[in-house]
């Protein structure tokens, strides 16, 4: 009886680890798919193009974080890290995406606080005046003006932050060019809602 058992059993438990494995590896290529789509190089290419539209349309330089966990965007002060998806360069600023990977949002304490309690969604810093470490760093990258927007996803939630930074010491932009920029901002937002 012994060996009708493992003539039958073996085999059938054989095939059904086996297909369990076979599944659970096509479930785990699906997810890696799909997380990869999220963030497909297309999606970048138009972000991109509104980055530098901006970015030429105001002189300055213009970027875009993507607020994170590490793995994945998420909603409100749960960001735990910010990186730069795409970035403008204007003349005399110099690339900084390869410097703005993974920074803790610690880093950027004073702007996060004032963009987060922002009832229309962006703030202005004039980082010429600002005596931290924060206004230096910005300063140093040839900033003295410095704006960002709140990004917002489909549902609402904030995703990420446009910037844009200026060398004049008190560059103020009109209702028009800020209504402007958050158009651009709700594109971004599509853009990184688009499944």
């Known amino acids: 009886m012994i060996e009708i058992f493992e003539k039958i059993l073996t085999p059938l438990a054989?095939?059904?680890?086996?297909?369990?494995?076979?599944?659970?590896?096509a479930w785990i290529g699906s997810k890696k798919e799909k997380k990869t789509d999220l963030h497909s190089d297309e999606k970048i290419y138009e972000i991109d193009e509104i980055v530098e539209m901006v970015g030429e349309?105001?002189?300055?330089?213009?970027?875009?974080?993507?607020?994170?966990?590490?793995?994945?965007?998420?909603?409100?002060?749960?960001?735990?890290n910010l990186s730069m998806v795409?970035?403008?360069c204007g003349p005399n600023f110099s690339q900084t995406i390869h410097l703005?990977?993974?920074?803790?949002?610690?880093?950027?304490?004073?702007?996060?606080?004032?963009?987060?309690?922002s009832k229309e969604g962006w703030i202005v810093s004039y980082e010429s005046e600002e005596k931290d470490e924060l206004g230096a760093t910005i300063r140093n990258?040839?900033?003295n003006t410095f704006y960002a927007f709140k990004v917002y996803n489909n549902t609402g939630d904030w995703e990420g932050i446009l910037t844009l930074g200026f060398r004049e010491?008190?560059?103020?932009?009109?209702?028009?060019?800020?209504?402007?920029?958050?158009?651009?901002?709700?594109?971004?937002g599509a853009i990184m809602s688009d499944k």
């Open 57 to 80: 349309k105001f002189g300055g330089r213009c970027d875009y974080h993507a607020g994170h966990n590490g793995t994945k965007s998420l909603s409100g002060f749960s960001f735990k």
């Open 100 to 117: 703005s990977q993974h920074i803790p949002t610690v880093v950027y304490k004073r702007n996060m606080k004032a963009l987060g309690r």
């Open 14 to 25: 054989s095939s059904i680890i086996g297909g369990g494995a076979v599944v659970a590896a």
């Open 169 to 188: 010491l008190r560059r103020n932009l009109s209702d028009g060019e800020i209504a402007f920029i958050k158009m651009q901002t709700a594109r971004i």
């Open 86 to 88: 795409s970035e403008y």
């Open 141 to 143: 990258f040839g900033v």
